[in-house]
């Protein structure tokens, strides 16, 4: 007796059309899988930048504080004028020495971490670099701002070593003093460099970590002593997440507006003008065509990045 049970033929339902037509042709499953992230980048991202640009052309009325949809470039011409020249110098100087510190310290401990830290000292170091992140970017901000006071531990470990006359000596110098730390443009130099430092250490780190051992043996065979290995193959070889640390110091540095506000004196950096514009003024025709400025700034940067190589270290 044939004891097989028949199965009953599959179902021809509208899931199972779907998934065989889904299956069948990759081209169009790729589709279903991109087209929800395009087109919230297309809509809310794109869209908003072109809405960016489109607000620039317009002036806002100084009689009845409207924003008026002529377009024009008067916005444009407002930029050149010399204060808000000297802003934009401003933060491109301090974007661009930032992202210098943060290679020069960052370097180092990317190089020991990848090739000479192992088991738990590794691990510790990890935590180390990552432990500022997890916690609140405005604690970490105010706890500097009582670090670097007059009253802080920044002058109080300074008298205790007798170094407060070179503390007095760095704040009387111009373009980077001020009434303390917390009131300088050094003090608002340092926090970005420890803000953003992690961002620098990853990329570098993990570029280093995939230089072949090989290579830095081939280095040494060759005659090579440690200084030439570093300068002719370790560098360039880091190059891709020196650069890619970079695109993070560089563009965070120049969009963010909360560290020059808490911490510094009362020079103006472009994302405090475009802040003040859009928040206290109401000129956001300005305040659009001011926020362009960085953008075009940061994409520079990021065409620069790229011909170093920066993507393949992301």
Known sequence: ?????????????????????????????????????????????????????????????????????????????????????????????????????CVVLAFPLAYFMARHARGWTKAMLYIAVMLPLWSSYLVRLYAWKLLLAREGAVSWAAERLHLAWLLDVVLSAP??????????????????????????????????????????????DLGAGPRTTLRRVILPLAMPGIAAG???????????????????????????IVYRQQGVAGNIPFAAAFSLVPIAVVGIYLWLAKRQGAFDAL
């Not at 599959?10 to 899931?15: E, F, R, S, T």
């Not at 980077?176 to 430092?197: A, D, E, K, N, R």
């Open 1 to 101: 007796m044939d004891t097989t049970v028949a199965m009953p033929p599959p179902a021809n339902g509208p899931l199972r059309t779907l998934s065989t037509l889904l299956y069948t042709r990759r081209g169009l499953l790729l589709l279903a899988l991109l087209a929800p992230p395009l087109l919230w980048f297309g809509v809310v991202y794109l869209g908003s930048l072109f809405a960016l640009l489109a607000n620039a052309f317009f002036r806002l009325d100084d009689f009845t504080g409207q924003v008026v949809r002529e377009v024009g470039v008067s916005n444009f011409v407002a930029l050149l004028d010399p204060a808000n020249l000297d802003a934009v110098r401003r933060t491109v100087g301090m974007a661009v020495a930032v992202t210098l510190a």
């Open 175 to 220: 373009l980077v003093g001020g009434p303390s730390l917390s009131f300088s443009t050094l003090g608002t130099f340092i926090v970005f460099v420890y803000m953003w430092l992690p961002f620098m250490i990853l990329p570098v780190m993990a570029a280093i970590e995939r230089i072949p051992p090989s290579t830095l043996e081939a280095s040494a």
């Open 246 to 272: 970079s695109i993070f110091t560089f563009s965070l540095t120049l969009g963010d507006y909360i560290i020059p506000q808490v911490i510094g004196d009362s020079t103006l950096y472009i994302g405090q």
